[in-house]
């Protein structure tokens, strides 16, 4: 609701001044300074990107109006863990072999949907349990193999953000691009042309890095914060349930191996203790 309100924010103090400034708002619609703008940033975005981060900057960009990084969430994370834990202390790891190679059919994982709908995360949990039922690694071994992988996730996660930081910092020169263009065309009239047309053709240019401009510091810009901040949300929650692992391969109990997974989590969203608590007595 917040981003919501933002761009609502952008778009009535820059147009709604522009407006009771005297000015008229068809004066900035040309189509085709947004498709030279639009286009051109589209472009590089497609040169410097592998071919899928379109879609996935697109699918979280969208995802920024709604985060599933809530409280509900992590307490539904926190839950999970405790659950296939407690099962595994009480029957012996081997009685979870059936829930981690087929999450999707397992009792315990089916009562948390929104952990299931995640497959990386899924695939993520399972194969540390696989690792651990194994009986093989030591804890500081466990963790360190953790480090390595949360290292190249967090590279993985990161990677949209800093794609829509590039757009952001290259949509000014975009913008002036189109405002360049738009001269050309001014001087190329100038013989023919009167004052007004003149003024119209210069006044187009100049809507052309207006335009570069908002675009980069109204919008792109603040996708690319908000990216990185939810990158940041998942990459602490994945450090949530390596505390909460490591902590059981080490012979912490259940309820106290995923108190070591919930004191990792940021506090804006973080469960109480007692919230904790009752949720591990309701299962």
């Known amino acids: 609701m917040a981003k919501i309100i933002g761009i609502i924010v ?10 009771l400034s005297g000015g008229h708002l068809m004066a900035l ?11 051109a940033a589209l472009g590089a975005f ?18 920024m109006f709604g985060s599933r990084f809530t409280h509900a969430y992590y307490l539904e994370v926190l839950k999970l863990l405790y659950e296939i834990l407690n099962k595994s202390r009480r029957e012996g790891m081997m009685a979870i072999e059936a829930d981690v190679e ?27 349990l696989r690792i651990m039922s194994s009986g093989n690694m030591a804890p500081h071994e466990l963790e360190g193999l953790f480090d390595m992988e949360l290292a190249s996730l ?15 910092d290259g949509m000014p020169a975009m913008g002036i691009v189109a405002a360049v263009l738009g001269i050309v065309i001014t001087m190329s009239i100038l013989a023919e042309a009167d ?28 996708l690319s914060g908000a990216l990185e901040h939810d990158a940041k949300e998942e990459l602490n929650l994945y450090e949530s349930i390596k505390a909460t692992l490591v902590a059981s391969a080490s ?10 997974g919930r004191k990792v989590l940021y506090p804006a969203h973080r469960p109480s203790f007692s919230e904790l608590e009752q949720a591990m007595r309701g299962n």
Not at 10 to 19: E, I, Q
Not at 198 to 210: R, S
């Open 46 to 63: 497609l040169q410097a990107n592998p071919g899928s981060m379109f879609m996935t900057v697109f699918k979280k960009s969208l995802s």
């Open 195 to 222: 004052n007004a047309q003149i003024g119209e053709k210069v006044g187009t240019a100049l809507v052309g890095t207006f335009l570069g401009i908002l675009a980069s510091y109204g919008f792109f810009g603040p």
């Open 251 to 260: 012979g912490m109990p259940p309820t106290l191996a995923v108190e070591f």
């Open 102 to 128: 087929d999450p999707n059919a397992s009792p315990i994982f089916s009562k948390y949907p929104g952990v299931l709908k995640d497959a990386r995360m899924t695939a993520f949990i399972c194969d540390y």
């Open 29 to 39: 619609v040309h189509p085709f300074e947004v498709m030279i703008i639009g286009g």
């Open 154 to 168: 967090k590279e993985e996660v990161e990677h949209p953000a800093h794609a829509v930081a590039k757009v952001a």
């Open 10 to 19: 952008v778009f009535g103090c820059v147009f709604g001044g522009f407006v």
